[in-house]
């Protein structure tokens, strides 16, 4: 079976996911866009499997409450900015990209572990609504 997921497409044999990233002459029918091309060093092709992952895993079915649908799919996005970050790490050079990249994992773990105890029932947080306030958001 084959699913599309945003701008890449996955084929699901025998419940594994084998990435069918085609060649740039290959054309994604909805958009008409050439697909990008085959990864061809390690960092492409931790990348690219990085973002198919968190792609995938943040398409969910809806539970019908914003709030818990929200937490659960920032979770995966979440995870793939560490995975990336981590790459940059393993793989960057820039000094400035790594120091970034240090932050982000930091930053994006303590998240995913605040929106995993929000989802578990954790203790709720004061109320605070983003509101609009002369064409601006304001807390």
Same mark, same amino acid.
């Given at each position: 079976?084959?699913?599309?997921?945003?701008?890449?497409?996955?084929?699901?044999?025998?419940?594994?996911?084998?990435?069918?990233?085609?060649?740039?002459?290959?054309?994604?029918?909805?958009?008409?866009?050439?697909?990008?091309?085959?990864?061809?060093?390690?960092?492409?092709?931790?990348?690219?499997?990085?973002?198919?992952?968190?792609?995938?895993?943040?398409?969910?079915?809806?539970?019908?409450?914003?709030?818990?649908?929200?937490?659960?799919?920032?979770?995966?996005?979440?995870?793939?900015?560490? &995975?990336?970050?981590?790459? &940059?790490?393993?793989?960057?050079?820039?000094?400035?990209?790594?120091?970034?990249?240090?932050?982000?994992?930091?930053?994006?773990?303590? &998240?995913?572990?605040?929106?995993?105890?929000?989802?578990?029932?954790?203790?709720?947080?004061?109320?605070?609504?983003?509101?609009?306030?002369?064409? &601006?958001?304001?807390?």
């Amino acid at each position: 079976m084959i699913r599309r997921l945003g701008s890449h497409a996955f084929a699901f044999v025998a419940g594994v996911g084998i990435s069918l990233i085609g060649a740039a002459a290959m054309t994604n029918a909805k958009t008409q866009r050439a697909l990008p091309p085959a990864p061809t060093t390690s960092f492409d092709v931790a990348l690219r499997t990085a973002m198919i992952q968190m792609d995938a895993a943040m398409c969910l079915t809806s539970s019908g409450d914003p709030d818990r649908d929200f937490a659960r799919a920032m979770i995966p996005h979440h995870l793939g900015a560490v &995975e990336m970050a981590r790459l &940059e790490l393993l793989f960057g050079g820039d000094a400035r990209l790594r120091r970034l990249a240090q932050g982000i994992i930091v930053e994006q773990s303590q &998240e995913i572990a605040l929106l995993r105890t929000i989802l578990d029932g954790g203790a709720a947080a004061p109320e605070m609504r983003l509101r609009p306030r002369n064409g &601006e958001l304001s807390w």
